[in-house]
C-alpha cells in the first residue's frame, strides 16, 4: 500500500522559512518523479516544484523560482521543499505527490498518482 506523508509546516513570520519533508512508502521511490503542490482556500491547487527520479532536473514556476528549493533522498525514501523569504500569499496547504513519469518531472498535477494528506504553511505579516 503507497503510503505519502508530508510534515514539516507550521506557522512562520514573513521572510522566514520553512523546509517541509515528504516521505513515501510502498513503492519503489526512485522509479517515481516527486512534486509539491499547494492549494490555499478558494484557489486551484498549484504546482510548486517537482523533481526527476535521481533529482538531476527540477522545475518551478515562475512565482517561486529563487525562493524555493526540492530536493531528494532516494535512501531514505525522502523528498525537500525548503522555503525561503515566505510571504503571506505562501499560506496554504502544501501536498506532496509522486508520479510515475520517469526521466523528468511536471508540474501537471493530473500526472500524479498518489498524494498526501498536506501539511499546513501559514505565513503571518
Known amino acids: 500500500q503507497v503510503q505519502v506523508v508530508e510534515s514539516g509546516g507550521g506557522l512562520v513570520q514573513a521572510g522566514g522559512s520553512l523546509r517541509l519533508s515528504c516521505i513515501a512508502t510502498?513503492?519503489?521511490?526512485?522509479?517515481?518523479?516527486m512534486g509539491w503542490f499547494r492549494q490555499a482556500p478558494g484557489k486551484e491547487r498549484e504546482g510548486v516544484g517537482c523533481?526527476?527520479?535521481?533529482?538531476?532536473?527540477?522545475h518551478y514556476p515562475d512565482s517561486v523560482k529563487g525562493r524555493f528549493t526540492i530536493s531528494r533522498d532516494n535512501a531514505k525514501n525522502t523528498m525537500y521543499l525548503q522555503m525561503n523569504s515566505l510571504k503571506p500569499e505562501h499560506t496554504a496547504m502544501y501536498y506532496c505527490?509522486?508520479?510515475?513519469?520517469?526521466?523528468?518531472?511536471?508540474?501537471?498535477?493530473?500526472?500524479?498518482?498518489?498524494w498526501g494528506q498536506g501539511t499546513q504553511v501559514t505565513v503571518s505579516s
Open positions: 510502498g513503492l519503489t521511490f526512485d522509479a517515481y518523479s
Open positions: 505527490a509522486a508520479s510515475p513519469l520517469q526521466f523528468t518531472c511536471t508540474l501537471v498535477r493530473g500526472r500524479y498518482d498518489n
Open positions: 523533481i526527476s527520479q535521481y533529482g538531476s532536473i527540477t
